[in-house]
């Protein structure tokens, strides 16, 4: 499955931005789908994480409460709304998946078909 991430920008902090993941093709039930983040010198760490069938999510303690992914199976599509922005979440976001759930899914070496991902800068 080929992921193209979109929807970055400049926002102000407090201002909110909706990322958009779409998938060149079907996605199935137990598919999971990510989205992790890379900021200027540092690691790249996971945001938040969602099992396609049945929509089981998972969030990082630092985005809990203000992000939330979800997915829309009818444009085979996965979004993340970022709400009430930080400057700390100024980074480089990539949608990946893969093929089954793991109890792993917060660690980037379970996901592969990285792309280019998507820059989100929040303004102080």
């Known amino acids: 499955v080929q992921l193209q991430a979109s929807g970055g920008g400049l926002v102000q902090a407090g201002g909110s931005l909706r990322l958009s993941c779409a998938a060149s093709?079907?996605?199935?039930?137990?598919?999971?789908l990510a989205w992790f983040r890379q900021g200027p010198g540092k690691e790249r760490e996971f945001v938040a994480a969602?099992?396609?069938?049945?929509?089981?999510?998972r969030y990082a303690d630092s985005v809990q409460g203000r992000f939330t992914i979800s997915r829309d199976s009818a444009k085979n599509t996965v979004y993340l709304q970022m709400n009430n922005l930080k400057p700390e979440d100024t980074a480089v976001y990539f949608c990946?998946?893969?093929?089954?759930?793991?109890?792993?899914?917060?660690?980037?070496?379970?996901?592969?078909?990285w792309g280019q991902g998507t820059l989100v800068t929040v303004s102080s």
């Open positions: 990946v998946t893969r093929p089954r759930w793991t109890i792993n899914y917060y660690q980037p070496s379970e996901y592969n078909g």
């Open positions: 093709e079907r996605i199935f039930s137990d598919t999971a």
């Open positions: 969602i099992r396609w069938g049945g929509g089981r999510t």
